[in-house]
């Protein structure tokens, strides 16, 4: 019997490949899919703002990147003991100016070399709704626990994502023209929004992006809600999808945007990835150091057969362990 109806999407062309550079930013969903990717030993970067929700946000980080932007500490500002910036996440911020300053421009710089190499540009949107500071009259990335006061909440149309995001990917491709253009929409619900205004808000990021041709949609957004579509794939806050649901979107993501010539790589990966964190339950043993050896084995002969892959926290790992006679 068939319990869901099937959601049939184009796969990605050309496929992705463990030579590809691969830049991800948007809301934490990216994160999620960076670490899946990252456990496969791909070559990527997330996130040089930190996680970002709006549309508005997503385009001025990129845009900062693109043109290497160096921030001053005129755009900082102080509250409760510490410096931000209006434009990204509170991880970047600081008691002291300088180190904000310092952990800000560093991003933006080594992510800008890699963005204009980079083969594929991952864009996760996860809110149409973004707050406009009053005074500064700009659309910040993150609010900072700022008086509510300070800003007006927005729900940005379908033609101005639409609009933004056009501008901003013509700017990247005018540079990088190889570059491939992947857009998803998070599946987190916003729910301090309120479930209508979260349909209403997925509704104009899911228009937006649809009306760009030159992007590749991959629908993470559907899997979730139109093929899992239970809170018990969802963590106790009934807002963010937990492990099975992320695994699952990883598996489509795999079957429909990586080259199928790499499973077989993936599976030993995966197994690495495994053997890597997991605990024996006595590591005096033969039974663990014959384990541990086996596995420095596979990986001297992956490195042998993909040198470009970086397995040396690995190699490092299975080579403290000697076989007792």
């Not at 960076?34 to 703002?49: I, P, W």
């Not at 009306?211 to 899997?223: C, G, K």
Request: aromatic share 12%; net charge neutral.
């Amino acid at each position: 019997m068939q319990f869901h109806l099937p959601i049939h999407f184009p796969s990605l062309e050309p496929r992705i490949a463990h030579q590809h550079k691969l830049m991800l930013l948007g809301s934490c969903f990216t994160e999620h899919m960076t670490q899946f990717l990252q456990r496969m030993k791909f070559t990527c970067v997330q996130n040089s703002h930190g996680i970002l929700f709006n549309p508005m946000s997503v385009c001025k980080a990129l845009e900062d990147v693109l043109y290497q932007k160096l921030y001053t500490e005129k755009e900082l500002f102080f509250l409760d003991e510490y410096w931000h910036s209006w434009y990204h996440h509170s991880d970047f911020s600081d008691l002291s100016p300088a180190v904000a300053l310092q952990k800000i421009n560093e991003s933006i710089a080594e992510q800008h070399s890699f963005l204009l190499q980079a083969d594929y540009l991952f864009i996760t949107l996860g809110s149409a709704f973004a707050y406009h500071h009053t005074e500064e009259n700009i659309f910040v990335s993150n609010n900072h626990r700022a008086p509510s006061t300070w800003f007006t909440k927005q729900l940005l149309s379908a033609d101005s994502i639409e609009k933004q995001l056009r501008e901003t990917i013509a700017k990247i491709k005018s540079v990088n023209r190889k570059i491939k253009i992947v857009c998803t929409i998070s599946p987190v619900r916003h729910a301090r929004d309120g479930v209508i205004e979260n349909n209403r808000s997925k509704a104009n990021l899911i228009e937006a992006v649809h009306r760009i041709e030159e992007v590749y949609y991959f629908p993470a957004y559907e899997l979730v809600i139109d093929i899992l579509r239970d809170y018990r794939f969802y963590d106790v806050d009934m807002v963010h999808p937990n492990y099975q649901a992320t695994a699952y979107v990883w598996e489509q993501f795999v079957d429909h945007c990586i080259d199928q010539n790499y499973l077989p790589l993936l599976k030993k990966l995966d197994q690495l990835y495994k053997s890597v964190h997991h605990r024996a339950k006595d590591t005096r043993s033969k039974a663990h150091q014959r384990f541990m050896q086996e596995q420095l084995v596979l990986c001297k002969e992956l490195k042998a057969q993909y040198p470009h892959l970086d397995l040396l926290e690995e190699l490092n790992i299975f080579n403290t362990i000697k076989i007792i006679k």
